[in-house]
Structures are given as C-alpha cells and as structure tokens.
C-alpha cells in the first residue's frame, strides 16, 4: 500500500509546535483514549456520568456537544485490559439509558471521530491513517462551509483531505483544519484538559456594587490570580491562557483572553499582563460580578526550580514574561525578533519571529552575501528623484533573483554617501530605470 | 545593614571615586581611551544625540553589542530595540556578530509607549542591553531608567535629538554624533568621571563612494 501520509516542511507562517506541546511531543508517554460519541446531554445524568467515569481514568473531557472523552492507557492494567473498561463505561452509560458509540484509539481527536462513525478501535498510531481514511468528513464536525467546500473539490473522505497537498490545503480550507488532522493523526500533539474538579479554576466574585471602572478591579484581580497560583501548584498543572469573565446585568458577559507563550503556575507571571489588560478594557456596562477561567493544561511543573537558586536574582521565566508584558499592552504584532530566510532578494531574507522566540534553533548562516549590508532596512523601498552621475563608473553589485516565483527583481546596488554624512544603500531597478533608497548603513 | 551593603546601593551618590562602573570597550581605541574604565558605562545611561539617522549610529555600537550578545546568549537575556526608526536588518546585525534569536523588536504606537517599555525592558532584568528612541522625557523619567539600568545590569542606550543638549540629564555618558563626509565625529559632552573631549571615528563599513545630495 502508498504510504498516505507524506511529510512536508512547515510551511512559512504554519504555527510549528509550542515549546509546552513539544515538550508534550517528546514525553514517550502511549496514549490510549475512548471516545463516546452521540450522547444526549440535556439528560440530567451528564455530571453523574463524567463523575462515574472518573472512577476509570483521572483524565475525562467532555467533548461538545455530545461526546466524552477518556484517557485509559494508565487503567488498562489496574482494570484488566481494554474490553473490561469499555464494558464498565458501556454499564454506567446503559444504566442511565444514554444512547452511545464507544470506540478506543490513540489520539483524542481520533477517538471522538471514530466513535461518531461507529468504527471498531484502533490501538496503533500506524494503523490510525489507514482507519481515518474510510470516514466521511461529516464526523469532523468542521463547519458547514468547510464541508461543503471540500465537497465542491470532490473531498468526501478524510482520507481524500490527508492526500491533498499540505500547503493546498492550508490555504483552501484553513490551516486549524490542517493542525486537527496532524493532531487526530498524532503528528501534533493535543493537549486535552480534564473535567474541572477544582472550583478555584474557575473563580468568581459577586461584585459589592456595580462597578464602572476597571480600576477598582485591579485588588479583586490580584486576590483571584493569587489563589489561582497556589491552586495551579496544588494541582501541579500549568495554564497557557486565562479568561477574565465580567457579568453585566442586562447583557451577555464581557471576556477578555491572555494567551500566553509558554505555560506557568507562577501567580506573578500572570498578574502583570492580567492587570494590563483590565486597565485598558473598556467596559460596555456596570460589572455586577467579576471571576476568571483558567484552563488547566496536561503538562506538569518541571522541577526546574532547583536549579534556578544557582542563578540567585534572576528568574528564568522573564525573557517570556517580559515579552507577554509588552505584548499585552502594545499588541502581539508589535512585539517580535528577527530570523533569516533563504533567499538572495534583500527584502526577503528576513522575516519577523513571532512564535518560538525562546527556540533554541541554531543561528542559521547568511545566505552568501556579496558586500556588506545596512544595519537598516526600509520597509518598501523609496522611489529617489535624481542622483549624481558620479556613481556611473563604479561597480555595483548586481542582485537578480526571485524569477520563479513571479517576485523577480533586477537590481544595480551601491553604497553611497551623502555630503551630511549619511550613507545610503540605494540601487538601480533594471526594469523601471528608476533609483531607489532601501537602507541606511547606520 | 553594613556600611559597604549602603553605600554599594545605586541610590547613593557617592560623589568621586566611584569604582562601580564597570565598562564595556567599544571597539575603537581612539574612543576607549577617552572613557572611564575604558568603554561604555556598563550599568548606566548612554545617551547618543543625533539629528540625522544612517550616520553610523549603529555602527559605533555594533562591537560592544556583538560582546553582549555572547552574554545575552548564555544567559538568556535580550537585546531589546525600542521603538527604533527604521528596521533593524537581520543580515547585518548576524554580520556584525549579533546573536538574532536574542533580539526582541519593540514597535510603539503612541509616543508616551516608548518611556513604558524602556522601563518595562530595564525593569524586567532579562535585558542585557535597552536601545530605546526616546525624544521626550523628563529628568525624573530618566533617573528611573537609570536607577533600573545600574539595578538590573544593564546597558541603556537613548537616541535623542541634540537639542534636548542644554538640558540636564542623569546619563552617565553623553555623546553628540555628527556625520562627516569622510568620517563620524564623535562629541563627548558628559561623562562621569573624565574630562569631555571630541573624537573621529572611522567606522568599521566599507568606504562609501561620494555622490551629491540627493
């Protein structure tokens, strides 16, 4: 059989994995999940149930609108193999009359998709592309425009979307659509998180009066995260995003997200950020209760602390914290580093690194560089009026590139200065004959 | 508290004598050796006065900061650029042997966000160097900054206008940068500890041929 998976290059903007998903990725821990597809949740029994199945496993999700989900490969042993806590669950869902499907496989998103089609288990990652193939599209619950789109190319099949070329599909149908087959798949991980049973996670404040101002929150904030804190310890979780919810009393909540960059339990991590973005929220009426929602992820507290006390006065954690500060304030976009790309058009060979900014990638070579470049670059270059004709007669360097891809360049480059001091990189553009200032060498 | 712990505190002025500026060489020697200890104020406020950009301000910086940048790269600390007025260009900054992946870029809509994230960056201590455009703020502005800089170790550059010259500032360096034809002079008009004095550099780019003004 062709192998039906085929790998590609991340492509450029394609978010690669998180530094708390790799770290996820490279825990060898096997996974097995059971996916319950089709349940009835107006049915009174949802809490009774998710609460009987965490007599199974600790990890029980529940998957919207009618789905569960449960991670058993720790159980296994303890229960006496895979048919025994199925036939458990199967017991404690007929008991309460729900109408199901169940099904086991190695990721969550596979399990709740197999399960919705009612196929059989499948316990190797291996064998999960040749099982996913079979299933219509409809079980991915992708939204129906997403469908019906797929169905006009003729895709009717998970297996016709993971044929398709990556980078197609990213681009015609979304690339959250492309991350949710990589995950179903496990080629990226997918961090679920577990039926709350910690009230502190999700704290809320009956507010004394109704309050206008977002600053006389700031002291009811600061109580909340701190409790946050010590339960996120208690519970040895991480959070990568926390909700600030405010309740009106006439209109539907205002909420207001921080994601993070990397996951933290440290109640300090979270507050300053917090705080930013409560003082510049503008609130579109009186707040009658204030509470936040953080989202406990899978991922555990390394015990990187210890090792901390050999640096004394400096925490690890700040070049991100300091990052997710200025973020909050200024906007993501704003807050960014710098990366090579190759490719030899001088306008192209960097790029803004907004993801990853703690990888420890290697620092990758230069494409070949003929002489020296400006230390600032124009964000488009400037059409010039007229220059000298003393530069006639000197050596520019010649760039041309970027023929296939349709952004092809043809241009004559010198290094100039002008009689203030100021040396400028300007070039010829063989097309349009005209000159243009792209950088200054600073 | 022992007497050594108190006067050892950044917000104490001891007057003269101070032996705690510690200094990062430049990598010019004809600037070097006007400068206490030989270099940049490790701990402190540069602040470069210039009216014109692309006349070597960067230029005159890139040795120190490639030096830092080893630092920076060890300990995981950033270069932070701050509302800078143009965009840094990768291929240069790793020619002139700056670490890329310890840069953080810093865009600022609003004026009044500069004086915030120069604070924020020097507060936070993950910085090892702060290059900030600031055109205004007050005296009492850049004492915080200051005390920040010697607090968590780290080299402040300001890029400002000469004409905030004749006000008084508590940078521990201040020069004025002028573009020359040949040439960057480099004028010296504050410095603890040393005498002002004026210096040519010739910086470390390749000799631009002349063309007229364009």
């Not at chain 1, 058009?345 to 690194?353: F, K």
């Not at chain 1, 400006?374 to 520019?396: C, N, Y």
């Not at chain 2, 990768?90 to 809509?109: N, Y």
Request: hydrophobic share 45%; glycine share 8%.
């Amino acid at each position: 059989m062709a192998p039906l998976f085929r790998s590609f290059p991340l492509l450029p903007g394609e978010s690669a994995p998180t530094p708390a998903e790799s770290a996820l990725l490279r825990r060898p821990a096997p996974r097995l999940w059971i996916g319950v597809a089709g349940l009835d949740w107006a049915s009174a029994a949802l809490m009774a149930l998710a609460s009987a199945a965490r007599a199974l496993t600790p990890l029980v999700c529940i998957v919207p609108p009618d789905g569960l989900l449960l991670e058993v490969h720790g159980s296994l042993k303890l229960f006496g193999g895979l048919e025994s806590v199925k036939k458990k669950l199967v017991a404690e869902l007929d008991r309460r009359r729900l109408r199901h499907h169940l099904c086991a496989a190695p990721t969550p998103l596979a399990a709740s998709w197999l399960a919705r089609a009612a196929a059989e288990d499948v316990l190797e990652t291996s064998a999960l592309p040749g099982r996913l193939s079979r299933l219509p599209l409809a079980v991915t619950r992708w939204p129906e425009d997403v469908l019906a789109g797929l169905a006009e190319m003729g895709i009717r099949t998970l297996g016709e979307c993971i044929r398709l070329p990556r980078d197609g599909f990213a681009r015609r149908v979304g690339r959250e659509y492309l991350e949710q087959l990589d995950k179903a798949l496990g080629k990226r991980p997918d961090p679920r998180v577990e039926l709350g049973a910690s009230p502190a996670l999700r704290s809320m404040v009956e507010l004394p009066a109704e309050i206008t101002q977002t600053a006389a929150l700031t002291s009811v904030l600061r109580d909340i995260v701190a409790r946050l804190g010590l339960e996120l310890r208690r519970l040895q979780r991480q959070v990568l995003s926390v909700e600030l919810v405010f309740h009106h009393s006439h209109k539907p909540a205002t909420r207001e997200k921080l994601q993070l960059i990397e996951p933290t339990h440290e109640a300090r991590r979270l507050l300053g950020p917090l705080t930013t973005r409560l003082e510049r929220l503008a609130l579109p009426a009186p707040v009658i209760a204030f509470g936040l929602i953080a989202v406990p992820v899978e991922a555990r507290i390394e015990e990187a602390e210890l090792f901390d006390a050999l640096a004394p006065g400096r925490n690890p954690a700040a070049p991100a914290a300091l990052v997710e500060r200025l973020r909050a304030r200024l906007g993501i976009e704003r807050v960014y580093g710098l990366e090579l790309v190759e490719d030899h058009r001088p306008e192209r060979v960097w790029a803004r690194r907004a993801e990853e900014l703690f990888q420890a990638s290697a620092p990758s070579a230069p494409p070949s560089l003929g002489t020296a470049r400006p230390l600032w670059i124009l964000p488009s270059p400037v059409r010039l009026r007229a220059v000298s004709a003393e530069i006639d007669g000197t050596m520019p360097e010649r760039i041309e590139s970027g023929w296939w891809d349709g952004g092809d360049i043809g241009r004559d480059y010198y290094a100039i200065s002008t009689g203030r001091g100021q040396r400028l990189w300007i070039y010829k553009d063989h097309a349009t004959r005209g000159w243009y200032l792209h950088g200054l060498f600073g | 508290m022992p007497f050594e712990d108190l006067v050892a505190d950044p917000r104490v002025w001891r007057g003269r004598g101070r032996a705690t500026t510690d200094a990062l060489p430049t990598g010019f020697a004809a600037l070097d050796q006007y400068l206490p200890g030989g270099g940049w104020p490790r701990r402190a406020i540069t602040e470069i006065l210039l009216d014109r950009y692309g006349i070597g301000e960067l230029s005159v910086l890139m040795p120190a900061l490639a030096r830092l940048s080893e630092h920076a790269a060890r300990a995981k600390r950033w270069i932070v650029w701050i509302a800078p007025p143009y965009v840094p260009y990768a291929p240069a900054l790793q020619l002139s042997g700056i670490d890329l992946r310890r840069v953080l870029l810093v865009e600022c809509a609003e004026k009044k966000d500069v004086l915030w994230a120069s604070e924020q960056a020097l507060r936070s201590g993950s910085s090892i160097a702060v290059l900030a455009w600031l055109e205004r703020a007050s005296g009492i502005a850049l004492r915080r900054l200051q005390l920040a800089a010697e607090e968590h170790d780290c080299w402040a550059v300001l890029f400002r206008s000469p004409r905030v010259r004749g006000d008084s500032s508590p940078a521990a360096l201040r020069v004025c940068l002028t573009g020359g034809a040949d040439e960057a002079r480099l004028e010296i008009v504050k410095c603890r500890g040393k005498r002002p004095h004026s210096v040519a550099l010739e910086l470390d780019a390749p000799k631009p041929m002349r063309a007229l003004p364009i």
